[in-house]
């Protein structure tokens, strides 16, 4: 369904607040300048036991003037949306460019990008959620939430929802202005099951990603909620009654709705520049996958082929241009399971002497400096692949993984593990009933060696998150990452109450 850009954002002096604030930056000698206008509404939801428990939403505007002078960074952020504020940003960027001058270890430079006039991008969705009544949003939730709750086996339910809808103009020096509106959707149902005598408990929640969607992913079909909420306290049951997992080895099917989060930890996170090079070293640090070994380095098996992107349609980091101005771009970062490629942006493309960025600059807010921020990053699947059915049953002896949960990795991207939602033993190829305190332990080129077969397209889903973590003062980015089921040989499995015991 085609949209407009919100008019109360269009409405705004846009044109006038870039031009007095880069004219500003002009005059004072800037070499580059940068302006962004945000406005960023955002609305939570929680219900616990179909009880409402948080009601909230969100609307934050302002705007960002960013400066390279004589090759220093200078950035200044408000919320006064006058042509006035505009330039008196514009004033205080040079002035902290020109007070960091002495501190600066190197000169910033920026590659080259083509200028873009007057371009306009407005991501897929049907439905703005914010034109839907809040009371109707909490009706489905509490309607949903008591479905669960009659069922027997369940004892708590807990619902929540997050809508955001991100308007951005950008302009800078060089000619570029853009125009941005994506709305992005999360929806999530958890059960839980207590046994009261004994305190233990066991939860499944629903596997729905987040996407770059609207409202219709909630109520317009595009996802079988119904199915997933009827399945969910007999799954939970049968989860709570299975026995716990013998720790060794074994051969894995894992469903996309759990290996988006592996690749996000152990290729998104890594596969960033920035943390390669060591300019970035919050949030679990720095990465393994060093420039030393592009196209050499053997990051998995020759099955493994994985791109970035910013163009994947509902895709929560697809975008027309990043916080840089730089066009959207699909590229390699593993093919043929060797290290091809990195995420960068601008300063570290040209740092690096890479010919183009390719746009992986953003900021989560107008008041926020913009950083090198993850792609939606995919494993590919085989063109003519398997069906997970045909995966599973090529293993005598091994588990079927489904939903993510808890994870931990080492500051290189390296070691982790990671455990889910619903572990399935096979035997002969057959699925033969749930297990739990299951999770899997590797080093990232171990696990992605390990890889064996990907599925075909069939099996191939979008999964993600909102709330990836980067950068100091931390900031919070939206990214997608697709990939079919895939196979893995000789995979360690820990028994999480016997490691919790040790």
């Avoid at 219709?216 to 989860?239: F, I, N, R």
């Avoid at 890889?451 to 993600?464: C, E, F, H, N, S």
């Amino acid at each position: 369904m085609a949209h407009e850009i919100d008019s109360e954002f269009t409405s705004l002096p846009l044109a006038a607040l870039a031009d007095a604030a880069l004219s500003r930056a002009r005059d004072l000698g800037a070499d580059h300048a940068d302006f962004r206008v945000e406005r960023i509404r955002t609305g939570d939801l929680a219900l616990h036991d179909a009880l409402v428990e948080t009601s909230h939403e969100d609307d934050l505007r302002g705007i960002a003037v960013r400066v390279v002078h004589e090759g220093v960074w200078g950035f200044a952020a408000g919320v006064a949306l006058t042509a006035d504020g505009a330039a008196q940003l514009a004033d205080e960027a040079v002035a902290i460019a020109r007070a960091s001058r002495a501190a600066a270890s190197e000169r910033i430079e920026l590659s080259p990008e083509p200028a873009y006039g007057d371009g306009t991008w407005i991501s897929s969705y049907d439905v703005d959620p914010f034109e839907v009544p809040v009371g109707e949003r909490i009706g489905v939730l509490a309607d949903w939430s008591e479905q669960l709750w009659r069922a027997d086996a369940v004892s708590h339910t807990d619902a929540t929802l997050r809508q955001v809808r991100e308007n951005k103009y950008y302009a800078d020096t060089a000619g570029t202005t853009t125009m941005q509106q994506r709305v992005r959707l999360h929806c999530q149902l958890t059960a839980t099951w207590l046994d009261h005598e004994s305190g233990r408990f066991e939860s499944m929640r629903t596997l729905a990603a987040p996407v770059g969607r609207g409202w219709e992913w909630v109520s317009g079909g595009s996802y079988d909620w119904a199915a997933e909420l009827a399945q969910l306290p007999e799954l939970l049951a049968e989860k709570a009654a299975a026995p716990s997992v013998e720790a060794g080895r074994y051969d894995l099917v894992i469903d996309p709705s759990n290996l988006w989060l592996t690749i996000h930890e152990s290729i998104g996170h890594a596969t960033e520049l920035d943390r390669a090079l060591g300019y970035e070293a919050n949030y679990a640090g720095t990465s393994f996958a060093t420039p030393d070994g592009l196209g050499s380095l053997q990051y998995g098996s020759p099955v493994m082929h994985v791109t970035g992107d910013r163009q994947a349609e509902h895709g929560l980091a697809s975008i027309g241009w990043d916080d840089e101005g730089v066009e959207a771009q699909t590229w390699d970062l593993v093919r043929d399971g060797v290290l091809v490629g990195y995420q960068l942006d601008r300063h570290i493309a040209a740092a690096t002497g890479a010919a183009r960025s390719n746009g992986c600059a953003f900021a989560d807010s107008p008041l926020s400096f913009p950083i090198q921020r993850m792609a939606n990053v995919s494993l590919q699947p085989a063109a003519d692949g398997p069906t997970t059915d045909e995966l599973i049953s090529a293993i005598d002896d091994g588990i079927f993984i489904v939903g993510d949960k808890s994870w931990s990795i080492d500051m290189q991207r390296y070691n982790f593990q990671f455990t889910g939602q619903r572990f399935y033993r096979i035997k002969s190829g057959r699925i033969a009933g749930q297990l739990r305190d299951v999770a899997y332990q590797a080093t990232t080129t171990d696990f992605w060696g390990s890889m064996d077969a990907v599925g075909g397209p069939q099996t191939y889903v979008l999964g993600g998150a909102f709330n990836c973590g980067k950068g100091q003062p931390g900031q919070t980015a939206p990214v997608s990452h697709g990939c079919p089921s895939a196979r893995f040989r000789g995979v360690r499995i820990l028994n999480t109450v016997q490691e919790a015991a040790a």
